[in-house]
């Protein structure tokens, strides 16, 4: 998966990029999928001369990305049922009050686990190139016209 933003900030191989949604979000009238702008963090390992401002691309493997989703979801999900479920042996207690709140810590557990292990660079998408503006022109016209949007 491929995505194109502007460096906003560098820090050593770490590389703040601020993405948009484009042009064929903006022409969706669902606005269900949450698509907003947002901040990525990616590794510049190929040490690419860049600048705050330039337009680049990065890349981040299905498999990463599909495993990363499974990290975010699953294990917390997964210890929200484990810990409601073992309420009742391990606190003594078959209240459903009990059972949400151990539910709710193992959830919380969950996330924090996946927060605190996610942070090394090792998971991160990567800067693949700078994108040249004329390129940038080209795409954002293709990307316009495939949503039925005016392009100026």
Known sequence: MTEIGKVAKIDGDRVTIHCRPSAACHSCAGGLCGAKDREIIARNHRRITLRPGDSVEIFISTGQALAAGLRVFILPVGLFAAFFAGAPRVLGVAGEGPRVL????????GFLFVFLTSRGSGRLPEVVRVVPEEELK???????ERAGVPVS
Not at 102 to 109: I, K, P, R
Not at 138 to 144: F, P, Q
């Open 102 to 109: 151990a539910g709710l810590t193992g959830l919380a557990l």
């Open 138 to 144: 080209a795409l954002a016209a293709a990307e316009a």
